[in-house]
């Protein structure tokens, strides 16, 4: 979030915003609930029926609007991620989600765990995440 373009709070909330969790669940984390709010449903006190989701083509163009660039001059996202069981196709389905919905180019690239980690730390990424289980 120190580097354009991730540095952007608009286009942080499309990217958010443009992942079907409910396919994400169905299709890689079989088994789980979707993610709705900041806390587990039994814990969470607000109806998850009712969270509020922004249009993320809208929130893609406002980022677009306050990075003065254009759809085509957006760049090409990098998503990092170590090389672990879950890993890829998480960052495949993103990647798929991400072009879908936003019409963007995401590049995959997987790295050993240590330097995943030392890019994580180092702040050397755009995208990536630090775990995920299946």
Known sequence: TTQPPMNN???RKALSFSIDRDKLTRDLMVGNVPAQSLLPG???MADT???????PKELFQQALNELGMTKEEFPTLL???AELTGQKPLAE???????ETLG???????FQ?????CNLRTKS???GPLHITT
Do not use: C, M
């Open 9 to 11: 709070a608009s286009l």
């Open 42 to 44: 039994a814990l969470a």
């Open 49 to 55: 029926s009712r969270f509020a989701k922004e249009d």
């Open 79 to 81: 998503f990092s991620h």
């Open 93 to 99: 389905f993103l990647q798929n989600q991400w072009k």
């Open 104 to 110: 963007i180019r995401v590049e995959v690239d997987g």
């Open 113 to 117: 765990w240590n330097n995943h980690i």
């Open 125 to 127: 990424y755009q995208i």
